[in-house]
């Protein structure tokens, strides 16, 4: 193109009828395919306007019936989304290519929706904590604004404040969520990571208790994540100079070198190859910083230790799931022509993820940080479905992906429920002699870990056996030994918290187990009743989940 | 002038601010680093944009601008926060949790 017909694209409107942008079309946007995601946002926008007008009173159960109605309302329309054939047959892209509508796009809305409601639960939990001059405390600060320790807290804890906004917060994270694995252009999956990203941040800093420890996670998680983030819109940039295009269809085209139309700008940066590997490096990177894959981890344990319990519980499932999603979606349908590139590299991340998870997971004495290398050891068991490159590996990925976030957070939420005058007792020698104490949340606990080790009869057994069959499968046969291997450390540290929790001795001074409310008991109830259906009968959701593997292009 | 230098520009911009994320010890400067970067980026998507004669771009440079003052919001009320209950804003002395 000629330096004056590329000028004259942003120059005076001399609006003949050729100018191109005079004859910009009104964009076609169907609203029904979007609903979920709509119905999040704007229920999240009707949050925000909550906190403005209703009163401080009846906040809580305003904004607690909005959300609730809000993602049941979401979760109808995925499935009614799902039901009228778009997973399958009428699979397409929306919104003027930026939302795909398909199989893997629902199935993790549907998922990330669930885990968002069980989450919500436990944001909503009100009885764990000991009333505060007689109001009733969740676990966020009274008032975030306020200096730790500082007598406007006091004054703040006085008046019964809540931080209320966490709900709203909550559906906006959510909203991000579900754009992010459906998102078809670069620029929907960057804005979809900052919206999912941002909130995150904030409500990592607004525990109740340990407030200096809840800030200084929310810093690390902001100043890490902003940084990858970067990284990932630099990859963007250096991907849209390769293919001149943000849609993953077209990128994938000029990869493939299908491309219908060359320009001859195009000609120039297609034969470049830099931009295009160093370009999806970058990309791939920022999203295994999101999943937490060695060596983009580092912010897991701090972050997921510091942030208020059903934060990271709700954060450690729903993110992964999301993140996960797109991931694939980039390795399968913007880079399949790059397989024989990133597979090799993600073999890499997978085994050092595995292997580094386990091990460091065994050192660990508090809890929180315990699941948090947990976290990293699931994400490499899951990269191992991914480079499987089979719609096998996609619908394990799917599969373990929905297993695995209803333990995790199944596992948080009972987290919150061991406490002593600190508030949450999270180091591991507090919980000697729980089972003792209180049979039931110890054997509720029990199950999860189990879950987490993969032991038969549990959805981590399933979940792991899908992937590694899809692994071997897609010719990760040495990939499938090394999960093994590490799946057998893990196992180590899980059973050890087991034998903790039934056969030593409870302390005198050890904490309580507090009696939570419907709300938590409900959010461990469906993660137990998830972890054992998936794990005694799993053949309808692994066909569900096989329906729902195919992406569309 | 040809468009292969502004992504020179941007490559060193880009540089600069990562460089200056991992050395510099007061979370404002780091977060000021982090926005040196999205700018580089958004002269990478400019400088690509007419590189390629179409406009998608410089919409994602707006895109960006918009990202990044939501990012500042978000961030400086974390930062401020942290620094009101421990008078530092240094990364360095934020080590309650460690390994």
């Avoid at chain 1, 004259?8 to 079309?25: E, M, Q």
């Avoid at chain 1, 966020?140 to 320790?149: D, E, I, T």
């Amino acid at each position: 193109m000629s330096a004056t017909a590329v000028h004259s694209l942003w120059t005076t409107a001399a609006a003949t009828a050729a100018d191109p942008i005079g004859k910009i079309d009104a964009p076609k946007i169907e609203y029904g395919q979007l609903a979920p995601t709509l119905i999040i946002i704007g229920a999240a926008v009707l949050g925000i306007l909550a906190e403005a007008f209703v009163p401080r009173r009846s906040r809580y159960y305003a904004q607690m019936f909005l959300s609730v109605v809000a993602l049941i309302a979401a979760f109808a329309a995925v499935v009614a989304l799902a039901a009228g054939g778009h997973g399958t047959t009428k699979a397409g892209i929306a919104a003027m290519g930026a939302i795909a509508v398909d199989g893997p796009a629902l199935f993790l809305q549907g998922t990330i929706l669930l885990v968002a409601l069980v989450g919500l639960f436990t944001f909503a939990e009100r009885r764990l904590d000991p009333e505060a001059h007689g109001n009733r405390v969740d676990s966020f600060a009274a008032q975030a604004a306020a200096v730790p320790g500082s007598e406007s807290e006091q004054r703040a804890v006085k008046a019964g404040f809540t931080t209320t906004e966490v709900f709203p917060l909550l559906l906006f994270a959510v909203a991000g969520m579900l754009v992010f694995p459906a998102a078809n252009d670069l620029l929907t999956l960057f804005v979809a990571l900052e919206v999912l990203s941002l909130p995150l941040y904030l409500l990592c800093a607004l525990a109740r208790r340990k407030r200096l420890m809840s800030q200084e996670a929310a810093v690390k998680y902001f100043l890490l994540g902003a940084f990858a983030s970067a990284f990932t819109l630099f990859g963007i940039a250096l991907l849209y100079g390769y293919a001149g295009s943000m849609s993953y269809g077209t990128i994938a085209q000029v990869v493939d070198g299908t491309v219908p139309e060359v320009t001859p700008a195009l000609a120039g940066t297609m034969g470049n190859d830099a931009l295009l590997l160093v370009g999806s490096a970058l990309l791939v990177m920022g999203l295994l910083f999101k999943v937490g894959a060695v060596p983009f981890h580092m912010w897991t344990p701090d972050v997921y230790q510091g942030a208020p319990t059903p934060v990271t519980g709700f954060m450690a499932a729903a993110t992964k799931v999301a993140a996960f999603g797109a991931l694939l979606r980039i390795l399968y349908v913007v880079l399949p022509g790059l397989r024989w590139d990133w597979r090799p590299v993600m073999w890499g991340v997978a085994i050092v993820t595995m292997l580094a998870g386990a091990i460091v997971a065994i050192t660990q004495t508090d809890i929180k940080r315990l699941l948090a290398y947990s976290s990293i050891a699931h994400a490499g068991f899951i990269l191992a479905g991914v480079i499987a490159t089979t719609p096998e590996g996609i619908s394990s990925v799917l599969f373990y992906l929905a297993a695995y976030s209803f333990v995790t957070i199944g596992a948080f939420a009972v987290v919150t429920l061991v406490r002593d005058a600190g508030g949450e007792a999270t180091h591991l020698s507090k919980w000697a002699g729980l089972g003792r104490r209180s049979p039931l949340v110890a054997a509720v606990f029990a199950v999860f870990l189990l879950a987490f080790a993969g032991i038969p009869l549990t959805s981590g057994f399933s979940g792991k056996f899908a992937v590694f069959k899809a692994a071997a499968e897609g010719g990760a046969a040495p990939l499938v030994v090394i999960g093994v291997i590490s799946s057998a450390i893990a196992a180590f540290f899980y059973i050890r918290v087991i034998v903790l929790m039934f056969f030593s001795e409870p302390r005198p001074e050890g904490p309580t187990v507090a009696v939570p409310s419907p709300l938590t008991m409900t959010a461990i109830g469906v993660g137990v009743a998830v972890t054992v259906v998936l794990g005694v009968a799993p053949q309808y959701f692994l066909d569900l989940a096989g329906q729902a593997g195919v992406f569309v292009r | 002038m040809n468009p292969v230098n502004y992504l020179y520009l941007a490559a060193l911009l880009f540089t600069i601010g990562a460089t200056g994320v991992l050395i510099r010890r007061n979370a404002i400067v780091v977060f000021m680093c982090v926005e040196l970067m999205l700018n580089a980026c958004n002269l990478a998507f400019v400088a690509f944009s007419r590189l390629h004669g179409n406009l998608d771009g410089q919409i994602i440079a707006f895109f960006t601008m918009v990202v990044a003052a939501a990012e500042v919001v978000v961030g400086l009320a974390i930062i401020v926060s942290l620094f009101r209950s421990r008078h530092s804003a240094s990364v360095d002395d934020a080590s309650l949790m460690k390994l």
